[in-house]
């Protein structure tokens, strides 16, 4: 079993819609959780991070934790092209700090 | 305010030969960490400085690969000799606070022949 999984995808939305993205962790002493956006080629860029339970709002980004779940989620209103790239999920544990990374979903948003 | 910053962004290099990769964190970070991602492969973690030490390098895969930090600042990652399975994306990331979010440069493609 992978530490951090998430659908590969590729996860298909039309424009306007709401794109959500869903990532499990399998150490319940995880800490802090990040969601990253990469562009094919490019580094990862942080687009919201997450530490205790509930929901977390920037802009049209939603993050939302749930512990007891050990799940994460990054929902994306009113998707636009642009969004279309890999998100990738990835966790703190407590006992150190080293990023575990899940594999990534690639999310394409269609015009 | 500069981002992180990694020479060079491309390394084709033959089996056998020495390659060193170099990251200049944000100013002012003293964490800095070093990621790989290979072909296919989530991205890995392979070690965290900080400031000049080396905090956990858990991730490293084996004594072909040095990475030092003199003076806290910049970092370098040697591979010697590299062989054919480390090519890759090295990523680095800095932090000011280790449990708060990292920030990555663009990485650096090391291709071995």
């Known amino acids: 079993q992978k530490e951090v999984e998430q659908n590969s995808g590729p996860l298909s939305v039309p424009e306007g819609a709401i794109a959500s993205l869903n990532c499990t962790y399998s150490?319940?002493?995880?800490?802090?959780f990040f969601w990253y956006r990469q562009y094919s080629g490019k580094s990862p860029e942080l687009i919201m991070s997450?530490?205790s339970n509930g929901d977390k709002e920037d802009g049209r980004f939603t993050a939302q934790l749930n512990k007891a779940s050990q799940y994460v989620s990054l929902l994306i209103r009113d998707s636009q092209p642009s969004d279309s790239a890999t998100y990738l999920c990835?966790?703190?544990?407590?006992?150190?700090?080293?990023?575990?990374w899940g594999a990534g979903t690639k999310l394409i948003i269609k015009p | 305010e500069a981002g992180v910053t990694q020479f060079p962004s491309h390394s084709v290099i033959e089996k056998g030969q020495t390659v060193t990769l170099r990251c200049d964190p944000i100013?002012?970070?003293?964490?800095l960490y070093w990621y790989r991602r290979v072909m296919g492969k989530e991205i890995k973690f392979l070690l965290h400085?900080?400031?000049?030490?080396?905090?956990?390098e858990s991730g490293m895969p084996n004594n072909r690969f040095l990475a030092e930090r003199t003076g806290g600042t910049y970092s370098t990652l040697k591979v010697q000799p590299a062989e054919l399975e480390d090519s890759g994306v090295y990523f680095c990331?800095?932090?000011?606070?280790?449990?708060?979010?990292?920030?990555f440069g663009q990485g650096t493609r090391l291709t071995v022949v």
């Open positions: 990331a800095s932090s000011r606070v280790p449990d708060l979010s990292s920030f």
């Open positions: 100013s002012g970070h003293d964490n």
């Open positions: 400085f900080v400031k000049e030490s080396k905090q956990d």
């Open positions: 150490d319940r002493g995880s800490q802090s």
């Open positions: 997450i530490y």
């Open positions: 990835a966790v703190k544990k407590g006992s150190n700090y080293q990023l575990i």
